[in-house]
């Protein structure tokens, strides 16, 4: 039985594969392949897909979009940039839909219209800007700090103008025609939120992480975010303010970052849905007639919108050059313009030539967005030149953002049981800068409490691994008993930074060869460990004096345990461990009988294997029967009790 959404879905994902192969050998920005497959697929290209079979797919990209700006959003993050947020933001809101009303009033469109096609120009694209500014790790400069305010402000207030919306085109609506009812509703989502936000949710979530699985913790997460979506659209209220405040709820607790690591590839692929949709709308034809006056239109926004938002920056006291970046990066229409375009256009506020007009202004800004960030510096930097005062220059009211201590040159524990414990106290003994990641609740929730710097989470998720900035890590110790797991986390830490040098615990020998080709510097096998723990007790009983035994375990560990590795898989573990087949390991001094003979010829009588041959400071491994022997050679030497006990009576 055929499903329709099954073809389209594969129909759409084929040509966004094919588009983006295209455009990224011709380094064009992924978000125009979205819409070019989008317009190809749609009624007005090929017509493919229908659009409504898209349109669900779509909503939910927006859903996970609203979420994860949830997530990040933090009271403390929002108290480190709450002048940006709040006066900065407010600013660039309230000049854009001043400017762009005064201009539509003076084009003879009513106080509404104006209003609403203001309130379109004013937000920039979230997902754009940061995707942006995070791959030119920007998002920690003055000029990223002022976008990202403003930013917030913007996915904040769209919330409310989704909301208000049907008010302003007039519609009659129980909900919002009571205001004492609108207000009750407001009041409850407030007190629904600070409860869930300070019990209900990290209560849950930790009960839910504590049976480490990753499957029931990304459900849980998920549940939320459309539980509390579909609690919010059952009451009227719309799905974007829902899911913002499912990500809210999240945001504070110390479960976050895994949150956002299982929410982030949905968001991805729902999102890519969402510009596809987009593209799904455009009227090529109506384009090309219109060409030159979209294009004309396209230019004016940009203009407008970089002059308001560098004025925003510049009246919060920053400098010129700063003045110019902010208000390049937040030049373009931004992706909730969209949905806030198709309520007005179904509410009446706008008709279907605007509609067409503002969705092609919309994809061209959003689509130039990444030229014009990347000219952004060069034009910024000739803007020193200029014949400026100084003050305009340097800022009238110059400060610094709070910057959040970021560890670096660090080391990274993966696992805290026995061995990420004594990693962690060898660390601070040795004043190592560290942090650890954990999945075991419980064990991250006592260690805080006793200060010990460890976070939650899974170490296969990025967004975990960039908490601890893993970009500025120099060493990464894996000391977890998953196997799986332990190659994910090989995989994600080296693509976030080569150059981090990763130790890996591992439980099998047969794992160390996988484990080196995917990137671990270097192995530490527990069979084998634990063999060299037994081998140098039984020589110690042996009376071998402490240097030589030290020397010996060096070298059998700078070698990567070659020794062991090349000997039959069951030979010296076996020996050692294996108390049934009464095997041991003794080491003997040769004396002058010995001198000249081969290794043949001292235990051609005895069934005995020689492990090694030290001389001096010197190992010799990998021998066969014809290796000459010296006196005062030790012999490492295994095999049966009384075959041992034999040769150590025989003339050596």
């Avoid at 043949?600 to 041959?613: N, P, Q, R, T, Y």
């Amino acid at each position: 039985m055929e499903i329709p959404l099954l073809k389209d879905v594969v129909i759409i994902i084929g040509l966004s594969v094919i588009s983006l192969l295209l455009f990224r050998k011709m380094k064009i920005p992924a978000i125009l392949a979205f819409f070019i497959t989008g317009l190809l697929a749609g009624p007005h290209g090929l017509g493919l897909v229908p659009i409504n079979e898209v349109n669900f797919l779509a909503e939910l990209g927006v859903i996970f979009l609203l979420f994860t700006i949830g997530i990040e959003f933090s009271l403390e993050k929002f108290s480190q940039i709450k002048r940006y947020v709040i006066i900065g933001g407010s600013l660039q809101l309230i000049l854009t839909l001043l400017a762009v009303y005064i201009i539509c009033s003076n084009l003879g469109l009513d106080n509404s219209e104006s209003i609403f096609i203001g309130l379109l120009v004013s937000f920039s694209s979230t997902a754009v800007v940061l995707r942006i500014l995070q791959e030119k790790d920007q998002i920690y400069s003055v000029h990223g700090q002022i976008s990202l305010g403003i930013l917030i402000f913007q996915d904040i207030a769209v919330v409310l103008v989704i909301l208000f919306t049907p008010l302003l085109a007039g519609a009659s609506t129980g909900t919002f025609n009571n205001l004492p009812l609108l207000i009750a509703m407001g009041v409850a989502l407030i007190v629904f939120t600070l409860i869930s936000t300070k019990w209900i949710v990290p209560a849950l979530i930790h009960y839910i992480a504590r049976f480490k699985s990753r499957e029931l913790f990304a459900l849980t997460i998920i549940l939320i975010c459309f539980g509390v979506t579909w609690i919010t659209s059952s009451i009227g209220l719309s799905t974007a303010l829902g899911a913002f405040l499912a990500g809210l709820i999240i945001s504070n607790t110390d479960y976050s970052h895994q949150a956002l690591g299982n929410v982030l590839p949905f968001a991805d692929i729902f999102m890519s849905f969402f510009f596809v949709s987009i593209g799904m709308l455009l009227n090529i034809g109506f384009i090309a007639e219109n060409l030159l006056f979209i294009v004309l239109i396209a230019i004016i926004v940009i203009v407008l919108k970089s002059a308001i938002a560098g004025l925003t920056a510049g009246l919060l006291g920053l400098s010129f050059r700063v003045m110019i970046l902010v208000g390049l990066i937040l030049s373009q229409i931004g992706e909730f313009s969209f949905i806030l375009s198709a309520a007005g256009l179904k509410l009446g506020l706008i008709n279907e030539d605007f509609f067409q007009i503002f969705l092609a202004v919309s994809v061209i800004t959003m689509s130039i967005t990444p030229f014009i960030l990347a000219i952004a510096p060069r034009i910024s930097n000739f803007s020193d030149k200029l014949p400026l005062p100084d003050r305009m220059k340097h800022g009238f009211y110059p400060f610094t953002i709070p910057q959040e201590e970021v560890l670096s040159d660090h080391l990274i524990i993966v696992g805290f049981g026995i061995n990420g414990k004594n990693m962690a106290k060898a660390a601070s003994k040795a004043e190592i800068p560290y942090v650890v990641v954990e999945i075991n609740p419980e064990i991250v929730r006592n260690e805080k409490t006793r200060g010990e710097s460890i976070h939650f989470g899974d170490a296969a998720h990025g967004t975990v691994l960039e908490n601890v900035n893993i970009a500025e890590a120099r060493i990464m110790v894996v000391a977890i008993s998953d196997a799986i797991g332990t190659r994910k986390i090989l995989d994600i830490a080296k693509k976030l930074n080569p150059n981090i040098y990763i130790i890996v615990r591992t439980r099998y020998i047969r794992d160390m060869e996988s484990l080196y080709q995917m990137g671990a510097d270097e192995i530490v096998p527990e069979e084998f460990e634990t063999s060299i723990e037994i081998f140098s007790r039984v020589l110690e009983k042996y009376d071998l004096p402490e240097g030589n035994i030290h020397d010996f375990i060096h070298e059998i560990r700078s070698d990567g345990y070659e020794m062991f590795r090349t000997l039959s898989r069951d030979e010296l573990i076996t020996s050692t461990l294996d108390e049934s087949q009464d095997i041991e390991i003794t080491s003997t001094i040769l004396g002058s009988a010995s001198d000249g003979k081969t290794i043949g010829e001292l235990i051609k009588s005895f069934d005995l294997e020689i492990v090694a041959v030290m001389r001096g400071h010197k190992t010799f491994k990998n021998i066969d029967a014809a290796f000459k022997l010296s006196e005062g050679d030790l012999l490492i030497v295994s095999g049966e009790k009384d075959q041992l006990s034999g040769f150590e009576k025989s003339d050596i």
